[in-house]
């Protein structure tokens, strides 16, 4: 099966949250990119609501249900009770749990699993009894793998921030895409899927998946928002699900000369 795009919205939020403005419309954008081929959507409402705010969820979830409903809902965040309410309220596909700190600016590590394993267990739990299916926000570190499968959940998703964080430096980009292959590989060989997402770009993209094969799902915010300021968010989309293939000829252009 090829990778899904999850478009993360959380960007555009934010640039709406600079202004007591309805615009640019969180719900408009999540349109554009679904009719473009996003297989998804991805929200991460915080605490404070700086970007994705709470009245936004239930939005998105009716454009899904209304207008794509053979697509995803995946919503992000610390497992909080008002999170956990949202979500059950919300009945997103996927939730994807990640151990943020309310002051963090961004997801910037995975669970140590063996720590939180009698914290995530009966969570990962109540969330699979209402029919969502979880995911574990995992740094590239195989030996935790066994923590996490244990916790109950169907998948993890890898951190990329260090190899997104290597885009002039390929020698350690080559060694973070070990880490990060080397790590889905135990998770698949103990029966759970692998999403990945921080940092990922048009160019960045293919050769994780090219080491990654099965790799399930992204779920991309920054890049793609970034890159949509330059062609547009339907043609980003277009580019990033093109991305999602290990031959892109977006990240291999032809040489010239």
Not at 39 to 63: E, M
Request: with cysteine.
């Amino acid at each position: 099966m090829p990778t899904k795009l999850s478009v993360n919205l959380n960007a555009i939020a934010q640039l709406r949250n600079r202004r007591d403005l309805p615009w640019p419309s969180v719900v408009g954008m999540g349109r554009i990119a679904l009719k473009a081929g996003a297989q998804g959507l991805t929200v991460h409402p915080r605490p404070d609501q700086r970007h994705i705010r709470f009245s936004d969820v239930p939005d998105l979830r009716a454009l899904i249900d209304d207008e794509f409903p053979d697509r995803e809902f995946n919503i992000e965040g610390y497992p909080t009770d008002d999170f956990l309410a949202l979500c059950e309220d919300a009945q997103p596909e996927q939730v994807t749990l990640v151990p943020d700190d309310p002051t963090q600016a961004t997801s910037d590590h995975g669970w140590d699993f063996h720590a939180n394993h009698n914290l995530l267990s009966p969570i990962v739990a109540r969330l699979k009894s209402g029919g969502m299916r979880v995911s574990l926000f995992a740094d590239p570190d195989a030996e935790q793998i066994g923590w996490a499968r244990d916790t109950g959940a169907d998948r993890i998703e890898l951190y990329t921030g260090p190899y997104g964080a290597c885009y002039e430096r390929p020698t350690e980009a080559a060694l973070e895409i070990e880490r990060l292959g080397a790590t889905a590989d135990r998770a698949h060989e103990m029966g759970l899927s692998v999403n990945a997402g921080h940092d990922l770009t048009v160019t960045n993209l293919p050769p994780l998946v090219a080491r990654i094969p099965d790799l399930a799902e992204v779920s991309i915010g920054h890049g793609l928002t970034a890159d949509a300021l330059e062609f547009g968010m339907e043609r980003s989309v277009k580019r990033f699900r093109a991305a999602c293939s290990p031959d892109s000829p977006i990240a291999n252009p032809p040489r010239r000369g």
